[in-house]
């Protein structure tokens, strides 16, 4: 049996690898044609941008980019572990980061204090906004899709209205830009210089720090362990003692606090205000990422890194002459290939897995009937 156990344990780890490469080369194949029916040379297309992506400045617009999008695919991985789908994560970041933004501009303490207290108030933010999903899920059995979707639209509107001029909102000097106040440079976070090629977000420590609680805690602690078997199966989870509903809410909750985090690089590291041209859609990247990394901390550190690093290529692509709507492409078909990849791959995991055990039950049971023969 315990060779059974090694064979199989062999295979997984196989299929695994074999999930990831099967999906880029698909997503090669697929990109190449799209490049071809524009009348480009696609091997042009993907040396530029193997040659653009490893300049130093764009490593670090990437690794920038990325910290982002890592927090934003660990915020919707937190909800998919449950089977939960949030999609509120966009509405959750950038009320949270307009928030934020007001108390930081508000605040006249050190920055020592003040940045903790701006980075709480976000996810305390994200963590409310997010709980109003999970409360009418457990509470109404209110679909956390639907929920999420509609406090989107509120978020975005209450933001639109507290943003104007004369409420919390100021116009520049231009006239084209309203934003918060400012926050003042003592609440600034810290950045690495990198020379010519620009400054590195401190703010990655943190992503690294979630990725590392991420981790921790689904993998390593009792509560992880009851989260993975709520999404796995309610009714088990419920006959062993799991409190569904409260596990429900409280996974909304977490997943907001994190996604709370997402505007955090952005407002204190770059813009230092929050303004009508934040960033938006982060938060339905990160559904992208959080599907390419598969929910492990590590995968969705790679596919936020793909996704910086066919950003920055695919834009610069723009400038050679290539169509500006490939970057969608490209993204959408990763995205595909990876999902019917991993599928394909677990199904022919599957079945040979039930081959080999039925194999060996096989042998085993026919192993005293030859016994009996002999004697």
């Known amino acids: 049996m315990n060779k059974l156990t090694s064979r199989i344990d062999k295979e997984r780890l196989l299929l695994g690898v074999a999930a990831p ?5 698909a997503a090669l194949v697929v990109t ?3 490049i071809l029916a524009t009348g480009k040379n696609p091997g042009d297309a993907f040396s530029d941008m193997v040659t653009y992506g490893f300049a130093s400045d764009s490593q670090v617009y990437i690794l920038n980019k990325a910290t982002t999008y890592y927090l934003a695919g660990v915020a919707v991985a937190i909800g998919f572990r449950m089977n939960l789908f949030n999609i509120g994560v966009d509405g959750q970041y950038r009320l949270a980061a307009f928030i934020a933004a007001v108390l930081g501009g508000a605040l006249t303490v050190p920055g020592w204090i003040a940045i903790p207290l701006i980075i709480l108030c976000a996810m305390a933010t994200g963590a409310l906004w997010a709980a109003i999903a999970g409360v009418l899920k457990v509470t109404r059995g209110v679909s956390e899709v639907i929920a999420t979707i509609m406090l989107n639209s509120i978020a975005t509107a209450v933001i639109a209205y507290l943003l104007q001029p004369g409420k919390l909102g100021q116009l520049d000097q231009a006239g084209t830009l309203v934003s918060t106040k400012p926050l003042p440079s003592s609440s600034y976070f810290f950045s690495f210089d990198t020379g010519p090629a620009g400054e590195l977000w401190g703010f990655i420590v943190i992503a690294v720090l979630v990725g590392v609680a991420y981790w921790f805690v689904l993998g390593r602690t009792r509560f992880g362990f009851d989260l993975r078997t709520v999404g796995q199966s309610e009714t088990a989870a419920a006959a062993s003692g799991v409190g569904v509903k409260k596990m429900v809410a409280t996974s909304m909750i977490i997943s907001g606090a994190v996604a709370g985090l997402i505007g955090m690089p952005t ?9 009508n041209d ?8 990160g559904i992208a990422i959080a599907l390419l990394g598969r929910n492990h901390p590590i995968g969705i550190a790679l596919g936020a890194l793909l996704w910086g690093f ?3 290529t695919t834009n610069h692509l723009e400038f050679q002459g290539y169509d500006k709507e490939i970057l969608g492409v490209i993204q959408g078909v990763i995205v595909l290939c990876v999902v019917i990849a991993y599928e394909v791959v677990r199904r022919y995991g599957l079945k040979r897995q039930q081959q080999r055990v039925g194999a060996e039950l096989a042998a085993q049971a026919a192993a005293p009937t030859k016994k009996q023969e002999v004697a």
């Open 32 to 34: 190449t044609l799209v």
């Open 310 to 312: 066919l950003e920055r």
């Open 267 to 275: 407002l204190l590291n770059d813009s230092h205000q929050f303004s």
């Open 21 to 25: 490469l099967l999906a880029v080369v």
């Open 278 to 285: 934040f960033p938006a859609g982060i938060g339905f990247t």
